[in-house]
């Protein structure tokens, strides 16, 4: 995952400290190696890295330390404050124009994520009550226009593209009349998409700014795929120069970058990073939290997008019920089947279980999870009766044999599965009724 090699080296080094008593100059200079190394392997920039140690030795040093903590904490609460200053501080929400339409200008090389990102950002401005319409000024690529209409039919949002005569060819045009089209329907926000091109050359940059000139949107989001390393950098450094932008966006933080694009762009260009792109769906996008990054970065743990998360894909009422179900002891395999679809609509659950605190050290748990799990607990619940589902007990020798082999597995998983759901109940109970469960290896969460 992005910065697992990271995390772990920082994780590594930060436990070295954990059993000295007090913090030397010379721990203070060893772990700064460490961290610098770290951080370069990660394809830091090397200014930012430079940068970046220098402060934390500096503060590691002086007298700000706070006392009352032991070494290893001090270096984290250090490293994590740095941390969260290079991502840019604080998080920096996307602005909108006072006079709508807001109009949002996307920028980058080809394969960055630009059309799937104008397909999320769309989604999200809806949730957010917004009205979004999507402008298709990439005419390079030749099913550019085609992709985004398949976006923003699944998001739901209307494309306004080229036609024949209307402009074809030439994208300021369409960007200009994607925006008039904005003014006259009355929609909130436009999000034109531009060509990219697999390196940066001159016509790209000059078509860009073109069209940037053109619409004056309120936001330029240079999109950028963190896999790029320090490519990534020096890109943003061609964009700032070509077209210019007042915000960054991150796609494929998913992926197995190394996270230096991320903790050097925005000391790079001195812009904030408002969006991270973190799969291939509509809803792998999540806005941007500098602090909640660093702390993911030092295995602190995301509780607060996990939770984020979960109040978006869970219905209150629906959560209230479950509880009450669970006190009551009346929570049934159809429940759980329900939890389970909830589950599937948070996105990644290896993604998700990721956030938790600690769960670096639960890696080759998370790495041996499968998410096809899920669908192969459905098909097993699913070839159950309804009496079943109300009433594992029910469930002897031939049942259980049936259901096997109507979900096309074996009766050790219809097996394993009864105990995780006897045990998940019997867990569960104990929450609802305000005990706190123990997470084997985590402590209670
Ligand atoms: P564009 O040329 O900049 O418009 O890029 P596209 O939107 O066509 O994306 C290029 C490829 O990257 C597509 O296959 C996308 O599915 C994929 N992609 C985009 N964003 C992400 C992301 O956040 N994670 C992953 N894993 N893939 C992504």
Redesign the pocket.
């Given at each position: 995952a992005t910065f697992g090699t990271l995390s772990d080296r920082l994780t590594q080094t930060f436990k070295n400290l954990r059993t000295k008593g007090k913090l030397t100059p010379a721990d203070v200079d060893g772990t700064v190696r460490e961290i610098r190394r770290a951080l370069l392997d990660a394809d830091v920039a090397l200014e930012v890295v430079k940068e970046f140690t220098g402060k934390v030795r500096e503060r590691a040093l002086s007298d700000e330390v706070n006392k009352a903590l032991n070494p290893a904490q001090q270096v984290v609460q250090i490293v994590n404050e740095e941390l969260v200053a290079i991502l840019g501080g604080q998080q920096r929400k996307l602005e909108f124009a006072k006079k709508p339409p807001t109009v949002i200008m996307l920028a980058?090389l080809?394969?960055?994520?630009?059309?799937?990102?104008a397909g999320k950002l769309a989604k999200w401005l809806k949730k957010e009550g917004h009205t979004p319409l999507l402008v298709a000024s990439?005419l390079q690529?030749p099913n550019?226009v085609t992709?985004l209409q398949v976006v923003g039919e699944q998001a739901g949002v209307p494309v306004f593209a080229p036609e024949p005569g209307n402009g074809v060819g030439d994208p300021v045009k369409v960007a200009k009349n994607g925006v008039a089209e904005a003014e006259r329907k009355q929609y909130d926000v436009v999000i034109v998409d531009t060509a990219?091109r697999l390196g940066i050359d001159a016509e790209l940059m000059k078509q860009a700014a073109n069209i940037r000139k053109a619409v004056d949107p309120d936001e330029v989001l240079f999109?950028v795929d963190a896999l790029t390393g320090q490519d990534a950098v020096n890109t943003a450094r061609a964009f700032q120069e070509g077209v210019d932008f007042t915000g960054v966006v991150l796609?494929?933080?998913?992926?197995d970058s190394r996270g230096g694009a991320a903790l050097s762009v925005t000391s790079i260009t001195g812009r904030p990073i408002i969006f991270a792109?973190?799969?291939?769906g509509l809803d792998?996008f999540e806005p941007f939290h500098p602090d909640r990054m660093a702390s993911r970065i030092l295995d602190l743990g995301d509780i607060l997008t996990l939770i984020e998360q979960a109040q978006q894909a869970f219905d209150e009422e629906e959560a209230l019920k479950v509880a009450e179900k669970f006190r009551t002891d009346s929570f049934t395999l159809d429940d759980f089947l329900g939890q389970m679809q909830q589950l599937k609509k948070m996105g990644s659950l290896k993604g998700m279980l990721g956030m938790l605190p600690g769960a670096r050290g639960m890696r080759e748990q998370l790495d041996n999870f499968d998410e096809r799990e899920i669908t192969r607990t459905e098909a097993i619940i699913q070839s159950m009766t309804p009496a079943e589902r109300q009433n594992t007990k029910l469930l002897n020798g031939s049942r259980r044999l049936r259901i096997a082999k109507g979900s096309g597995m074996t009766v050790t998983d219809v097996n394993q599965l009864v105990a995780r759901f006897e045990q998940a109940a019997k867990m569960m109970k104990t929450v609802a009724k305000g005990g706190v469960p123990q997470v084997p290896g985590m402590g209670p969460i």
């Open positions: 980058g080809q394969g960055a994520g630009k059309t799937t990102l990439d690529r550019a992709q990219g999109v796609t494929k933080l998913d992926g792109s973190v799969g291939e792998d």
